[in-house]
């Protein structure tokens, strides 16, 4: 679903990062680091929002790196208008 809705909308893109991808995963290997934000992700700004799931650990680790680059820190409980919303 998320492949549909890039299609469909210029201003999302997706990029998956597996820590233990199967043999013929061509996608990103490892943790996301803030190189792969760098990368992947616009630069902090009023009108980028940064949504946020997985696994608890890697949802904080996520939200640490994010704050590090600029991005605003992410709450406890996410509110619709935070620029890094966790669900």
């Known amino acids: 679903q998320l492949e549909l809705w890039a299609a469909d909308h210029d201003q999302f893109d997706i990029h998956y990062v597996l820590n233990n991808p199967p043999a013929e995963w061509t ?17 902090p700004a009023d009108d980028v929002k940064v949504l946020l799931c997985g696994p608890p650990p890697m949802v ?19 509110k619709p208008d935070d620029q890094v919303f966790k669900f």
Do not use: C, H, N, T
């Not at 996301?32 to 992700?41: A, D, F």
């Open 27 to 43: 996608g990103g290997v490892g943790f996301v680091s803030k190189e792969i934000i760098q990368e992947y992700l616009p630069a």
């Open 60 to 78: 904080k680790a996520m939200g640490v790196l994010l704050g590090d680059l600029g991005y605003e820190a992410p709450r406890v409980i996410s």
